[in-house]
C-alpha cells in the first residue's frame, strides 16, 4: 500500500499520532531527496561556471591514447561518463599522482580509465588513494 493511501486509511480509523509519526518520516525522506537534487544540481552549475575548461575529458583521452609513463599529474576536475563531476583537493590530487606512481602499466592504465568511467569508480579510485598514502605515512612515521 502507498504512504498516501495508508495516510488516509490511518485519518479514516482514527489513528492520529501513527499519522502524524508516518508523514513526518514520509516528509523528511523527500525533503532528503529534494535536498540532494538541489545540491548536485548546484554544484554542477556552479562547476562548470567557474571551471568550464577544466571540466573537459579531453585530457584523459590523450592520457589513455599515450604511452603509459611514470609522470601523472592529477586534474583537479574530471567530467564523468556517468554525467558526474569528480573534484580533487589539492592534497588529493597528490595522493592520486603518487598512487600512479607506484602502479605497474596495466594498472595505471586502468586507473586512468576509472578517473573518467563513473562517480563510484572516482571514488573507489581517491578512497585506494588515501589508504595508500596512510600506508606510506605509517611507513616513513
Known amino acids: 500500500m502507498t504512504t498516501?493511501?495508508?495516510l488516509v486509511e490511518m485519518i479514516?480509523?482514527?489513528k492520529n499520532q501513527q499519522f502524524r509519526t508516518?508523514?513526518?518520516e514520509e516528509l523528511r525522506e523527500r525533503a532528503a531527496v529534494l535536498m540532494e537534487k538541489i545540491y548536485r544540481n548546484e554544484t554542477k552549475t556552479l562547476l562548470e561556471f567557474v571551471a568550464p575548461l577544466a571540466v573537459s575529458s579531453a585530457p584523459i583521452e590523450k592520457q589513455e591514447k599515450q604511452q603509459i609513463t611514470e609522470t601523472f599529474y592529477a586534474e583537479?576536475?574530471?567530467q564523468l561518463k556517468d554525467g558526474n563531476v569528480g573534484v580533487l583537493a589539492e592534497e588529493d590530487q597528490e595522493m592520486v599522482s603518487k598512487?600512479?606512481?607506484n602502479l605497474n602499466n596495466e594498472n595505471k592504465e586502468r586507473m586512468v580509465k576509472l578517473l573518467s568511467e563513473s562517480q563510484?569508480?572516482?571514488n573507489r579510485v581517491l578512497n585506494l588513494a588515501k589508504v595508500e598514502n596512510k600506508k606510506?605515512?605509517?611507513k616513513n612515521g
Open 12 to 14: 479514516l480509523r482514527g
Open 136 to 138: 606510506q605515512g605509517s
Open 120 to 122: 563510484e569508480s572516482f
Open 99 to 101: 598512487l600512479y606512481k
Open 4 to 6: 498516501p493511501k495508508r
Open 76 to 78: 583537479k576536475v574530471y
Open 22 to 24: 508516518v508523514l513526518s
